[in-house]
Nanobody
């Protein structure tokens, strides 16, 4: 079983900031790149950010580029998502997963964690 635990979500005003954390199993984390996804009610889950195994390269969806920053701490098997200048459109449940592909935008595992809710008020 793959274990991924997301945390750090909450309620924040438009323009505010949040920092999400994703604790993954050693096997999941060491597989390579890690990424963040989000899903709003009634919408499909979408890719938002990824980081390579060594943290040397990052990738972002256009909707969050310049506002979100992904990072990782390999010693803690944890990936982070710093979210600044939050907008109501960012409201969603946020999930992490190992990722692959040319831009590391495809989830590797079929099982997802519980996610963490981010709500941005206007």
């Amino acid at each position: 079983q793959v274990h991924m635990v997301e945390s750090g979500g909450g309620l924040v005003q438009s323009g505010g900031s949040l920092r999400l954390s994703c604790a993954a199993s050693g096997r999941t984390f060491s597989s390579g790149a890690m990424g963040w996804f989000r899903q709003a009610p009634g919408k499909e889950r979408e890719f938002i950010a990824a980081i390579t195994k060594d943290g040397g390269s990052t990738y972002y969806a256009d909707s969050v580029k310049g506002r979100f920053t992904i990072s990782r701490d390999n010693a803690k098997d944890t990936v982070y998502l710093q979210m600044n200048s939050l907008k109501p459109e960012d409201t969603a449940v946020y999930y992490c997963n190992a990722v692959y592909g040319g831009t590391y935008s495809y989830p590797l595992f079929d099982s997802w964690g519980q996610g963490t809710q981010v709500t941005v008020s206007s």
